[in-house]
């Protein structure tokens, strides 16, 4: 979604796209790399990077845990390179950036519904069936909340409300009792989160657990993910008054002090995922942070844009390649059109080839696409 124009122009990023098209990478097919290297190299230290492309089963942390948060941080990232106050305007000026916000926040949760039932299904026509929590809209609500704090609070007030939710949310879930809890109140069953879900979550959750990874409550700590992606954004925008390599700086040891804070409160609020913890916030945004610092520092620095281009590409079409993995059979696409190539080598080629061949014809229709300046944008 484009916001309306306040007279400055947009700051663009490769490195911003790049990084997003690194995290979607891994969604698109590319965890199914280290698996096809195991089967050709027999080497065990590929089995240490596969555990890394699943998720978390409870607490701990994995860096396939990272692609969720990381797009959320990102999206953060996007608003704070340009920053809008918008509260002094009058409300007919104003009116304009709420429908649009309206607009991507509902038009991102009925994508996410539909991602959800895809898979060859389709969204079933009873409404108690349907599962309405999704990666999107938990994408468009940690985004909307951002945007109302950039367009109406200052930069200091952002930080408080960061810290506030931060830290509200660790005592919601570990001092206030669960109405009727049974089991540990960090626990599947016994959480607030199962509670909220159970209660006030319409439709199914996630494979009908107690809790849905995308429920109602974790939405709120989701959203210091943008909002500390702002300020990361924010100290780009600096960088050309501030010199590029001190930002990058600043922005990787920024990382690694929330990665440190992170596994810090980890001994009394456990990194975990589904429940998105706040001591799962600072983790994900210190990689996010370290990440961002290196892909801005190779991509925009020293302006290796070429290198990153299958990245950006992906990344300048993230939504619709998104939506895509569930609406779309690659794998029947890539077999039909590479099949014979696959089968044409030995077979300990064979897994990592059809990785290739299921990557590659993603790629192509993303390269049509972005040579054409088909950009696909909710």
């Given at each position: 979604?484009?916001t309306?124009?306040t007279?400055?122009k ?5 490195s ?16 199914s790399?280290f ?7 027999d080497?065990?230290?590929?089995k240490?990077?596969?555990a ?10 994995t ?14 990232v ?23 916000a ?8 009925a ?5 959800n ?6 969204m079933?026509?009873?409404f108690?069936?349907i ?30 409300v960061?810290?506030?939710i ?31 879900d ?7 959750t ?5 809790l ?14 943008a909002i ?17 390599w ?19 409160w980890?001994?009394?609020?456990p ?18 942070a370290i990440?961002l ?22 990344g ?5 390649i ?15 059109v ?12 064979q ?8 990557l590659?014809?993603?790629?192509l229709v993303?390269h ?11």
């Amino acid at each position: 979604m484009t916001t309306p124009d306040t007279g400055k122009k947009k700051q663009r990023l490769a490195s911003l796209d790049a990084l997003r098209g690194m995290d979607m990478f891994w969604i698109l097919g590319g965890q199914s790399i280290f698996a096809a290297l195991f089967v050709l190299t027999d080497w065990q230290g590929w089995k240490a990077f596969e555990a890394h492309t699943v998720h978390s089963q409870w607490h701990g942390f994995t860096f396939y845990d990272l692609i969720f948060p990381l797009f959320i941080f990102l999206s953060g990232v996007a608003m704070g390179l340009s920053p809008k106050r918008i509260d002094h305007l009058p409300l007919a000026e104003r009116k304009p950036f709420y429908h649009k916000a309206v607009k991507r926040l509902l038009l991102l949760s009925a994508l996410g519904v539909l991602y959800n039932h895809g898979w060859g299904t389709g969204m079933p026509m009873a409404f108690d069936e349907i599962r309405y929590a999704s990666v999107l809209g938990r994408i468009a609500i940690a985004w909307f909340i951002a945007a109302m704090l950039v367009w109406h609070t200052s930069l200091r007030t952002q930080a408080i409300v960061a810290v506030v939710i931060l830290l509200g949310y660790w005592l919601w879930l570990t001092v206030l009792p669960v109405p009727g809890g049974h089991g540990s109140a960090l626990s599947p069953e016994g959480s607030w989160n199962a509670w909220v879900d159970q209660h006030l979550l319409p439709g199914i959750t996630y494979q009908n657990r107690p809790l849905d990874p995308e429920g109602l409550l974790s939405n709120i700590p989701a959203a210091a993910n943008a909002i500390l992606g702002v300020f990361a954004g924010q100290l780009i925008a600096q960088g050309a008054t501030q010199g590029q390599w001190r930002v990058a700086a600043q922005l990787f040891a920024a990382g690694l002090v929330s990665l440190a804070l992170g596994w810090g409160w980890d001994s009394v609020f456990p990194v975990n995922k589904e429940l998105w913890t706040s001591s799962f916030v600072l983790v994900t945004v210190g990689w996010s942070a370290i990440l961002l610092a290196v892909f801005y520092s190779v991509v925009d620095i020293l302006g290796q844009r070429k290198a990153a281009y299958p990245f950006v590409i992906i990344g300048a079409n993230s939504i619709i390649i998104y939506l895509a993995s569930s609406l779309v059979n690659w794998g029947y696409i890539a077999n039909s059109v590479f099949g014979g190539v696959v089968r044409s080598v030995s077979e300990p080629w064979q897994p990592l080839f059809a990785v290739v061949a299921l990557l590659t014809v993603q790629l192509l229709v993303l390269h049509w696409m972005y040579k054409r300046k088909i950009f696909v944008s909710v």
